[in-house]
């Protein structure tokens, strides 16, 4: 009942910056907490960041700590995640996720949460 369709995605040399987007339909957005994560060819969806329903809390993967930062409006329904000082190895597919604020466990698991969005393309040029 939760749909998700991100943007932002794009061509970047590492050490550039992007800033992706999440809009979530419905008017239901508070009661969702967020996560972005990307997925690699060949390679397991990993976790990058999260943020609460409140967005009193944000979780980051230890790869992107210190250059991600992963944002909320409630009032646009839409989520963010800046990425700051790229490197190759953030080429992925970018994906957009929430959970209901009832769903317990880590956050950083993807199978903890329950709607997902198509995925962006984020390419980072060495």
């Known amino acids: 009942q939760v749909q998700l369709v991100e943007s932002g995605g794009g061509l970047v040399q590492a050490g550039g910056s992007l800033r992706l987007s999440c809009a979530a339909s419905g008017r239901t957005f508070s009661r969702y907490a967020m996560g972005w994560f990307r997925q690699a060819p060949g390679k397991e969806r990993e976790f990058v960041a999260a943020i609460t329903y409140s967005g009193d809390s944000t979780y980051y993967a230890d790869s992107v700590k210190g250059r991600f930062t992963i944002s909320r409006d409630n009032a646009k329904s839409t989520v963010y995640l800046q990425m700051n000082s790229l490197k190759p190895e953030d080429t992925a597919v970018y994906i957009c996720?929430?959970?209901?604020?009832?769903?317990?466990?880590?956050?950083?698991?993807?199978?903890?949460?329950?709607?997902w969005g198509q995925g962006t393309q984020v390419t980072v040029s060495s």
């Open positions: 996720a929430a959970r209901s604020i009832y769903v317990t466990g880590s956050y950083s698991s993807r199978y903890n949460y329950d709607y």
